[in-house]
């Protein structure tokens, strides 16, 4: 009796400590009770339904998920912006230097932001995501105030989209790992050596990225769609070092368009699909021990290339001559992507943290060149002019930066400052920060941030972008540089930019 009472308390322990677990049901902890004849089959089954009752009388107790979901986690965030922007440009497309009047349009925006989403965990390999958020456009969650407090605001942004959706598979396990049996003084021990730790993880759907890249060149607000893999492999050799090999292949244009076929030169137009593909392998290590104990160093090259899209072919608005191929020409009525193709990009991102007089610390870069700039050039800005004498060249970008502090609980407080450049050919305005010169290329400048947490919910911040134009002649309207269609508005970058932002935001 003194035994079932302690199962008792037991049992009905685990109910109060932990509501999850009871939701998972108690089944498994009485029915080894009952097989070591501590209960009889009478009493488990009185205690089940005891505990059921008990359960659900609880808050916990009234949230009903499938029995094949093993857990839920709900999370959620949302953010208050003030954002002043200035944005100059030539006054009615006269060219830069060609002593064009420049404009500056200055703007004072309200704005609110609103993510909420879930993950749901099957077992130990399979979950699944799901989050909605304000706005449509790709790379922005922001929703703006006004219209009279209509809930889609002044642009109708204010709407809730499906940001991600996808799905994860995560596995773990050893290899090269051994035991073997060494003296140990009178006698012998067992020594085990783990070899590899490797990590697996495939996603498929909507979701945020797996490659390592800074957000001067991957907006924070992207969600590619597709499939990306991890692999990762931690302790090798020695402790600290690991490496990482990734891939992804994310679709960027999903034509839906039938061939045609031009009679004078048989020619074929295809709305060809467009695609992101993506290769990195990562190293890091972490000093375990010493002066430096804690620092650690990342250095992560990539592979990225743009394909097909109708930009990089016949395109629906394509001029075709003699035969040959007319790029970088508009897009059609199925909302192809602008710009994309002939990009070829090598990059290497790397970043060092380590820890000084208390505070974290982090320099970071990455310097990176699109292998098919001159073609890239070309699309830009030969169609359709006279006389065209090419381009070449404008193929590299960059960027260094450094970051004092991290937000994580109440009392942290972050400063960072970076410095940008992005050539002409060199990337694509479609990953870049939209906060920073807004997409455009042919640019350069600086990013400085600081912020607060009052709670370890509530993050104050406020950031200044700061750009400006390489060279004043791309874009500016001139003869030789008149940027194709497939490209206004991501080159035309004519003058100097500055967006300041301030932010409140907090997580539930």
Sequence with gaps: MKNIFKSL??????????????????????????????????????????????????????????????????????????????????????????????????????????????????????????????????????????????????????????????LDYKTKFSVFDSSSTVPSGKSFTTVTDPGVDVGLNVRVGRGPKQIYLTEAFWDSDLNPEGIATELTFNNVGFDGLSFAARGAAYVTDNDNVAAGQIAADHNQIVDDDGGLLIAQIEGAYKVTGGYFKGTEVRIAPLYLQETGGDSNGFGAAATIGNGSSAQGVAGNANGTPLGQGNLKVIAVPAEVNFSLWKQSHKVYGTYGVNLDSNNRLHEMYAPGIAGFTGNHGQNTFWNVGYELGKLKKQGDWMFGAEWRWIEAASYTGALSDSDWANNALNVTGSVVSAGYNLTDAITLKTTWFHSTPIQAGRGGYNANNTVSANYTGVTTNAGTQDILQADISWKF
Excluded: C
């Design 9 to 166: 308390a037991l049992a009905f322990g685990v109910a109060a400590l932990s509501a999850s677990a009871m939701a998972q049901d108690s089944g498994p902890l009485l029915d080894a009770l009952v097989k070591k004849g501590v209960l009889s089959d009478n009493e488990a089954e009185d205690i089940r339904v005891n505990l059921v009752k008990e359960y659900n009388t609880t808050s916990a107790g009234k949230l009903q998920i499938a029995s094949f979901v093993k857990k839920l986690q709900l999370f959620g965030d949302a953010r208050l912006r003030y954002q002043y922007q200035d944005l100059q440009s030539p006054r009615g497309g006269a060219a830069i230097n060609g002593g064009g009047q420049m404009v500056d349009t200055i703007n004072n925006r309200y704005r609110y932001r609103l993510r909420a989403g879930a993950t749901y965990t099957y077992d130990s390999h399979w979950s699944a995501t799901v989050r909605l958020e304000t706005a449509a456009p790709n790379d922005s969650t922001n929703a703006d105030f006004g219209n009279y407090w209509d809930k889609r605001g002044t642009d109708g942004t204010g709407v809730l989209s499906v940001g991600q959706v996808f």
